[in-house]
């Protein structure tokens, strides 16, 4: 089914939500700046609210079913979060009020910026950065800076493991950085004797997913991390897959220098249909006077007659803002709600629970598909989508015919290093009755790839639309309806 | 508590497994540094949680319990109750990116709206699906001009009379470029609505010149010349623009600029304390293949039904790696459907409603100030949208702190970016303000200047 835009909905005359006329005298505006027409829809209120229910229900959600969309955490949001974001002292201040006027604020921030680092074991963390790619992005130029001030500007080169997200390439690009890809070994960690052979003074860092997207543990995670920072290179960590390491390792231990966590994924926020994310940034001691501001500082300790005061703080050798004021604050308070009702011990829980769900729900998959790296994963594990004996079925007609028996499909294609990869990560809070189900429609699926391969082919059959035309698309490119002139 | 496992479930699990505990599971993880204690407050329930955060939320004063002409950035509208209530849907904000699109068409079709309502506004080509805000739209042109010329312009021109921390982030966005210079906002450049400074300094090199409308002063500045210039010399432009001022004023694709950049914020987006807002990003259509980040195209599906997916991906980050333009990934979805709800719901009559309160209101209050006795306009030739500079008799910062007694919270201190605008405030009035707001508020500044 199909439901028409805006601009087709609209009928000229007809209007939604009015404002009250002016209550003050008027002002002609100079002729020259005045716009001749905006054509925007003319909709009444329940035209607006039928049409975006209707869009609404043409969507897949975690709300709605099982999303083991791999490396993207797509765990339960719990509905108290949307609640106190939209509490008035929270949802409506200015990010310039005075700031004794936003003391609430600033006291979440703080015990964010503390609890996640208390979490992750860095020194300090700036909840600045919009999303996990912006995160990164700070991450390369601190790395860059830092060679910098110390005099060292050759090194130039930034080591990334093939198996990485295409934000870690593309983020040491745009940030000057010539990008080495780094092979992975037959365990799937990164291969220690290519790693040794780059391992120069042009080397300026190494971006480190850990675990990786293959969803395993880098077992020479420590041997890996001496081996750059004894060239003289820093290690950052890609925090996309923190989830299976909350209360199990602190990554600052193991001696990361620099890491993003994304908000979106370990700490609940909503995905929202593509954001927004949040992707602080915390780094080691030495890195901290480099993180981008402003970072939330307590100014006055407090006592028992006065709570303490907060204020800004914009570090000394800062690689600048990254966006205007402070971060997705919105977002800030949501996870700091999550942590707050978790608790140490919770948030082990959530560890665990992620990597029992993904051991036991690839032990269940591997019987009908090939498992390349066949050990104990973390919170997600990666299969191939394809068989020998049937070449003409793909990863993708397996994650298209999922959506006929009601789930979203893993991510797929990805990583690079899979042949045709399905990446599976169902993350803690789905139970043992939903990975069951699951499992039993991959089966069902291995079998009807063998007896029907055409239901396959021909899959989604009870989707909304049916399998698009993706190269009419971007041919034909349309990136805008029908506008009435 | 968001974990469902039972005890006997845990205890199959395992067995199916082939381990006897979940600690089993981690055992790759270095022994030493294996399962930390982490010093952490204990947990709370969702009942004690929701009582902290009335208590933490009762620490700030929210900008409604004032009367705000606090702008400069971000702006006190009215939100629609329907705009809340849609984004509500756990349809909407418990989805992801919409790689699947036969189970994404929902967001898929509101972000194809969303892009149509951008290029409509603006009077651009194309729209992408959103950057995170206005600041780093701004910067993500930089990138575009700087890509789109293969790096063979290295001159990034702002002028000082664009957002000072839109500024910043450009620079820091730069900063990996080494090549790159940002410069033109310097404090000798000055912010004359002549624009002679920058023109003059538009070169063979200039990859990009940034300007905004309304200025970050509220003017509105007629960028006519500087463009033509600019595009005689080759370079490109990008206007960063008010959303809200379109409802009123002719939009940046009149004045034939290249890139056209803003903060969605005012289209329905709480204040939130500064984020999430919107980024919009919308260009001429020959920069489409340079152009970063999400966009959605219009397709048919196997039965010809009419469908929506994401579009010309070769662009982005997960397919091109190291060569593409931008990293961005995950962009501002929910806040994007915001926007195309609330112009929906507003539609042509109210958002042109909204825009022309905005305009009348400020300038009754701007003529108000401006008879106080030690208050002039800062620049009272040049016509403005909602917002505009006051020279005060006193100190900004400390006639905000007295004005907060009155329940006004001041406009914005212009000197704390500005070292050259001490004794400037910087007013914005939005549709919420009441004429009598307005007269309140003179009197406030009255009282507090005679204190």
Redesign the interface.
Known sequence: MTEKTVYELSQPGRSGVTFPDPDVPNTPLPESFAREDLVLPELSELDVIRHFTTLSKLNYSIDGGFYPLGSCTMKYNPKINEQIVRLPGLANTHPLQPIVSIQGNLYIMYQLQEWLQEISGFQTVSLTPAAGAQGELVGALIIKKFHQINEDPKRNKILIPDSAHGTNPATSSMSGFKVVPMPSDERGNVDLEALKTECDDSLAGLMLTNPNTLGLFEENVETVIDLVHDAGGLVYGDGANLNALLGILRPGDVGFDIMHFNLHKTFSTPHGGGGPGSGPVGVSEQLAEFLPGPIVIMIEEGDEDTPPFYGFHYPRYSIGRMKAFYGHFGMHARAYAYIAMHGPEGLRNIAEKAVLNANYLMTKVKEDYVLPYDRTCMHEFVVEGAWKDVPKIHALDISKRLMDYGFHPPTNYFPLIVHEALMIEPTETESKQTLDAFAKALKAIANEAREAPEVLHQAPHTTPVRRCDEVKAARDLVLCCWIPD | ?????TKN??K???K????DT?ED??????EK??????????????ME??V???E?????????DFI?F?G???Y?H?I?A?V???L????????????????????L?????F???M???TGMD??N??H?????AAAEAA?LAYHFFRGKRNKILVTRAV?P??R??I???M????DVVVFGDEEQAGFSPDLQNTLDQIDNNTALVVVQYPDFFGR?L?YTKLIEIAHARGALVCMVFNPTA??????PG?FDVDIAVG?GQPLGI????????LGIFTIKEKY?RKLAG??????????G?????L??TAR????????????????????A?AA??Y????????????A??C???A??AA?KISKLEGFELAFPDT?FFHEFVIKTPKPVFEM??HL?NHWV?GG?DLNQAYPELEHHMLVAVT?KI??QD?DDFVLALQEVTND
């Open positions: 508590m968001f974990t469902p496992h479930e845990i199959e699990m395992l199916v497994i082939g381990v979940i599971l981690f055992e790759k993880v270095p540094h294996r399962f930390p204690e982490l010093d952490l407050p204990e947990p709370l329930t969702e949680l929701a902290e955060l009335n933490i939320s009762s620490a700030n004063a929210p900008a409604d705000s606090l400069a950035g971000a006190n009215y629609p329907a809340d209530m849609l509500r849907r756990g349809e909407f904000y418990t989805a992801y990116t919409p790689y699947q699109p036969e189970i994404s068409q929902g967001t079709q509101s972000i194809f709206e892009q149509s309502l290029t409509e506004l194309v729209s699906a959103s995170y805000d206005g600041a780093t990138n957002h921390q839109y910043e982030t620079r820091t966005y900063y990996g470029l080494e509105i007629d379109l409802g009123l004023l002719k939009p009149e903060d709480p204040l939130s304390f500064g984020g999430p807002y489409v999400r966009l959605v195209g219009e397709t048919v599906d196997e039965e039904q009419r469908a929506y997916v579009t010309l982005e980050q997960h397919i091109r790696r190291e060569k593409s333009t931008s990293n961005i990934c995950t962009n501002q979805g929910l806040m459907l195309t709800v112009l929906s719901l507003l539609g042509k009559k109210g958002f042109k409603q909204v022309n309160l305009y009348q209101k300038h009754y003529q016509p905000n702190f907060q919270l914005y549709e009441s004429k307005i």
